[in-house]
């Protein structure tokens, strides 16, 4: 089996985070983000992953080819020279992913749920046409392009209907598909293409797309407020599915659950941990830290009394003592917050050191 995944360019979104490393490589739960979707697609047998990429590739090519033997997957990077949007890069991986008749699949690199893989191929080999794609439900469609069926059917794909105004439906594009190899031959070489808005619409027009629906949560993760709410998300599926991942809540310091602590990391006294909380590698928590819903990148440290909520710590860097740090805050790579600071919301780039509180939303430079 087969798969492509659109890793893109320069992750602006998650800034200041991907001015250090590229997108797929933030660890995401402790471990680069996109190693979650190459572990789910080989745990289904797939053998040969590709990703599309047009930004940093020799850096991400070196973190991976590390997995390839522990995985059983040959990792293909496929290097856009100009960005090809969300089916060019498909045309251009065509020697992998055509090299036999069998089904692929694609996804977007920056989602996070149940992939559900083994589910969806079954599906897409019951149904006998040319695509699928997995949808999820949303309660507010209208701010998103939503799937209409066909009448009477309640997988075969009828219309795409972007933003509606009135209700049509609730399923909206949850960023995986599974392909016949034909449909490689509606895209053209080297012209950027979007899957969805050119070549879904072909497909859906022979009446050869369906949709298939996602049980369990769904996140796109790619900007911080997202990445936050994703691992959320995530920690409380792992707390049901693998809890023995997770810090026992009968530990001191757990407070309220969903902790995931790497085992080098070192936690001080009285700290209160949680919830939805995750420490990475060798990071060092000093007496009576508070933390909530944030996660600490490896190599960060945090003195005593500090207070964390809803903040992402950049690798390697320092939350000095009695500092308050919250409201989506993020702090970049070698990121210094001096002694009883406090940060709402801010986006610090790397290598800065804050020594005034901010008080509002903003970069700082």
């Known amino acids: 089996m087969k798969a492509l995944i659109l890793v893109g360019g320069f992750g602006t979104r998650l800034r200041p985070l991907t001015l250090t490393m590229p997108k797929p490589l933030v660890e995401f739960a402790n471990k680069p983000m996109i190693l979650h979707q190459i572990e789910a697609l080989a745990a289904v047998g797939v053998t040969d992953v590709v990703l599309a990429v047009n930004y940093r590739p020799e850096i991400m090519e070196r973190v991976l ?3 390839e033997a522990s995985l059983g997957v040959k990792i293909h990077f496929s290097l856009e020279n100009e960005p090809l949007g969300t089916a060019g890069p498909l045309k251009l991986a065509e020697e992998i992913l055509a090299k036999d008749d069998s ?22 080999k019951s149904h006998g046409n040319e695509g699928t794609i997995v949808v999820t439900k949303v309660e507010e469609p209208s701010k998103y392009g939503v799937i209409v069926h066909k009448p009477n059917h309640p997988t075969r794909i009828d219309r795409f209907v972007e933003k509606p105004i009135e209700f049509v439906g609730n399923r909206i594009n949850a960023g995986m598909y ?5 449909v490689l031959q509606r895209i053209e070489k080297n012209r950027p293409t979007s899957i969805e808005q050119e070549t879904f619409p072909a497909i859906v027009r022979d009446g050869q797309l369906h949709s298939f629906d996602l049980e369990g949560f769904w996140m796109d993760v790619g900007q911080p407020k997202d990445f936050l709410t994703g691992t959320c998300l995530y920690l409380s599926s792992l707390a049901k599915k693998q809890p023995h991942l997770l810090v026992s809540p009968s530990e001191s310091y757990v407070h309220g659950g969903n902790v995931m602590i790497d085992e080098s990391a070192k936690i ?6 949680g919830p939805n909380v995750v420490i990475g590698k060798n990071v060092v928590i000093g007496d009576g830290v508070r933390l909530q819903r944030c996660t600490l990148l490896p190599g960060s440290r945090v003195k005593d009394h500090a207070w964390i909520k809803s903040t992402i710590v950049g690798w390697n860097s320092v939350v000095g003592k009695w500092a308050r740090l919250e409201n989506v805050t993020v702090l970049g790579d070698d990121v210094s917050i001096g002694d009883e600071i406090y940060v709402n919301g801010g986006s610090v780039l790397p290598h800065k050191s804050i020594k005034a509180n901010v008080d509002y939303p903003s970069i700082i430079m």
């Not at 996804?107 to 749920?113: A, F, G």
């Not at 599974?178 to 034909?182: F, I, K, R």
């Not at 001080?268 to 941990?273: A, L, S």
Request: hydrophobic share 40%; net charge neutral; glycine share 2%.
């Open 268 to 273: 001080g006294k009285n700290c209160r941990i």
């Open 103 to 124: 089904p692929f699949f694609v996804l977007n690199s920056d989602i996070t749920c149940d992939f559900p893989f083994k589910a969806l191929a079954e599906f897409h």
């Open 178 to 182: 599974m392909l016949n190899t034909s």
């Open 65 to 67: 080819k590390e997995y």
